[in-house]
């Protein structure tokens, strides 16, 4: 859908499996004040930036809209564009609608709507605060590369759509050095082998490959 004006990010569409059924939407927008808008957003709290939005239309009664979800959050975060983070949180958000296979039920408004799809923006943002605190202890302390990856690991089980940007950050320490241990090499093809690992993160693991096999970065 179209982005601008007070919306930063949006979709709208019939989710697999539900194409007989209903159609979703899903809308970030931002809470600051726009110059002769001439009205301040729908309930806004002065303590937080962004708002995202999640309703949908039942086929059966497609002139009602069907309020899923609504809730505001403080996406400032320091070194970070919020509406940058307000959009990959939509972006993960979106992904949860669409691989709903283990959460089918909250598709629909039901009596832990609102906490199941806060938890999941929670724990998102809690994932990526943690990841990079991890990438700025790399860069002010010798923390064996190893250890770096196990705990990627780790904090990708706990969300599958981390930012390309910090996965591309938290390899580029290899790349710079040009040197990579057998067991980095190993625990490289572990997360190769992961199932759900996503197609440009699978890229970026094998341009490293790449680089080995080209002697460019030399295995120790």
């Known amino acids: 859908m179209a982005e601008g ?12 499996g539900l194409e007989g059924r209903a159609r979703h939407i899903i809308r970030c927008e931002h809470l600051d ?51 940058d983070l307000a959009r990959r949180v939509t972006d993960y958000l979106a992904n949860l609608l669409i691989n709903n296979g283990e959460h089918e039920n909250q598709l629909f408004l039901n009596e832990t709507s609102w906490k199941f799809w806060t938890l999941a923006i929670d724990k998102y943002i809690s994932t990526e605060k943690s990841l990079l605190c991890l990438l700025n202890m790399t860069k002010t302390h010798s923390v064996p590369t190893e250890e770096v990856y196990l705990q990627f690991k780790a904090l990708k089980a ?9 996965v591309k950050a938290l390899f580029a ?11 980095e090499q190993s625990l490289l093809i572990g997360l190769l082998s992961e199932p759900d690992m996503d197609v440009e993160h699978v890229s970026i693991i094998n341009r490293l490959f790449e680089g080995i096999r080209k002697g460019a970065i030399r295995v120790i």
Not at 44 to 65: D, G, K, M, V
Not at 173 to 183: D, E, F, H, P, Y
Request: charged content about 20%; overall charge positive; proline content about 7%.
């Open 5 to 16: 004006g007070r919306i930063i990010r949006s979709y709208c569409g019939f989710l697999p």
């Open 158 to 166: 706990q969300t599958k759509n981390l930012s390309s940007d910090l």
């Open 33 to 83: 004040l726009i110059p002769g808008e001439g009205f301040s957003p729908f309930r806004a709290e002065p303590c937080f930036t962004h708002q995202i939005w999640i309703w949908y239309r039942l086929n059966q009664s497609p002139e009602r809209l069907n309020l899923l979800f609504r809730g505001q959050f403080d996406f400032s975060c320091p070194k970070q564009d919020s509406h």
């Open 173 to 183: 320490n290899v790349l710079m050095a040009r040197k990579i241990s057998q067991k």
